[in-house]
């Protein structure tokens, strides 16, 4: 059966392609019978939600109900879905040429560069290799950083989601996260300087003997970089100590590697004060990786890195098919000027800054809020059975999940455990929407410790 419009904003049939229905078990069966199983590995609730409209930072399912979106697609929608901006630059880019690789030119990929350049720090030589997704991204930065320096081993922390692709899956530091293979060669994990269960406890110092301890003994005295989310995100909303970060630049540079930032959940102004997350860690590095909001939920992600560094690159062949798609540039360039002309990066300061005050006052009533944590509209809200011994409650987290989603919010959990709620909405997150939020995560916790 065909659902039709409702009043609340539902599907309708106008402009679908044939065959196009909006029946939930119909569309599951096709998804069980003709796509991967795998997908069921990764998914945001037992019963996924069936999505068929979306305006700014709401959304609406196949039967006609709203949601508000707290987790932006896995915080790819940045600047809101159907955003007039970016919808009016696919749809001019469309009408004129719909791709263009790099053996030939296009405007689209140079000005897109240039905007992103503009916003990097103005002390480097910065050039950008555009691709697909994060994990391709994550790759990229990967290589590069092993032929500029021509070391092999990457420092990467414990806990850090950087992708499930070979290189990127070998760079997480998740076990779920791992396929039972071999991971990529040349990865080595430390202790991620976790303020709230952190294997040391508060403080960097720990964390940073650590990390020493390994160059010493698991390295040839050489490394080609160390790989860091300002704050990780799936990880569970850690964000890292400006002091630790410092002092294990200093520790890497000594060792010959290089500074490699993954901004693929922090960049673009979510954290509020600053574009990027590195911004507030006090370092600049060699390589910046960024993906998911940079293109508004177009398949786009860059990686910046030093001239110098990039032209290690040119020994040998380098080619992206998709890579430099003038219609993903284009969704690109227009959620840049989105973020600039709407005042996004400051609406993330304050909304977020709202957020995480109804949250903490919610943490002085129920026990089972362990920790309130993240910048911006990056915040985690830490589930634990104990809040004593800090043990984390993934069943209870999820149990949360599910109530939030039948009041119309939807997240995700995240975390080592899955213990984390995390709440990232797309960046034009309204005020009014603080309310609607505080009211369905009051009565979510209705009842629970």
């Known amino acids: 059966m065909t659902t039709s419009a409702t009043a609340a904003g539902g599907p309708t049939t106008n402009g679908e392609s044939p065959g196009v229905t909006w029946d939930y078990d119909e569309t599951l069966d096709h998804r069980n019978r003709y796509l991967t199983p795998a997908l069921a590995t990764f998914q945001a609730y037992e019963k996924p939600l069936l999505l068929a409209r979306g305006r700014r930072q709401y959304l609406w399912d196949g039967a006609g109900r709203k949601y508000l979106d707290c ?21 001019r880019q469309l009408d004129e040429l719909q791709h263009c690789t790099t053996m030939w030119m296009h405007p689209a990929p140079g000005l897109l560069g240039k905007a992103l350049v503009e916003r990097l720090p103005s002390d480097g030589d910065w050039v950008l290799h555009f691709v697909n997704s994060g994990s391709e991204a994550i790759d990229l930065a990967l290589l590069l950083s092993r032929l500029y320096t021509r070391n092999h081993e990457v420092v990467a922390l414990r806990r850090a989601y950087h992708g499930l692709h070979f290189g990127a899956m070998s760079a997480t530091g998740i ?37 020493g301890a390994t160059l010493e003994s698991s390295t040839a ?7 860091f989310e300002p704050i990780q995100g799936f990880g569970g909303v850690i964000p890292l100590p400006a002091e630790y970060v410092q002092r294990a630049e ?52 860059a990686v910046a890195a030093r001239r110098e560094i990039a ?20 969704a ?17 300061r304050r909304i977020g800054a709202s957020l995480v005050e109804l949250l903490r006052e919610l943490q002085g009533r129920h026990e089972c809020i ?3 944590r993240g910048r911006g509209l990056l915040i985690g809200v830490d589930i634990v059975a104990d809040r ?44 009014e929407d603080v309310g609607a939020f505080g009211e369905a995560v009051t009565s979510a916790f209705a009842g629970m410790p």
């Open 221 to 227: 005295g050489g490394v080609a970089g160390m790989l």
């Open 71 to 91: 987790i932006a697609q896995n915080l790819c929608i940045s600047v809101g879905y159907c955003h007039p901006l970016v919808t009016e630059a696919v749809k």
């Open 250 to 301: 200093r520790s890497i540079r000594a060792a010959g590697g290089v500074l490699i930032a993954d901004e693929v959940q922090t960049g673009f102004g979510r954290t509020g004060e600053h574009f990027w997350g590195f911004e507030r860690l006090g370092v600049t590095p060699d390589i910046v990786v960024m993906s998911k909001g940079l293109g508004n939920g177009f398949p786009i992600a």
């Open 175 to 211: 076990a779920r996260c791992h396929q039972p293979v071999p991971a990529a060669p040349g990865v080595l994990h430390v202790s991620v300087p976790d303020q709230y269960r952190g294997a040391y406890g508060p403080g960097v110092d720990d964390y940073v003997n650590e990390l």
């Open 332 to 348: 690109a360039s227009a959620v840049l000027v989105a973020i600039e002309q709407e005042g996004l990066q400051e609406n993330a």
């Open 311 to 330: 032209a290690a690159m040119t020994e040998r062949k380098f080619f992206n098919t998709y890579g430099s798609n003038p219609m993903a540039c284009a």
């Open 388 to 431: 004593e011994t800090r043990e984390p409650a993934p069943q209870l987290a999820a149990q949360l999940s599910e109530r939030m989603r039948e009041r119309g919010v939807i997240l995700s959990k995240s975390g080592a455990y899955e213990n984390v709620l995390r709440i990232a909405p797309p960046l034009c997150i309204g005020q």
């Open 370 to 372: 362990g920790d309130v």
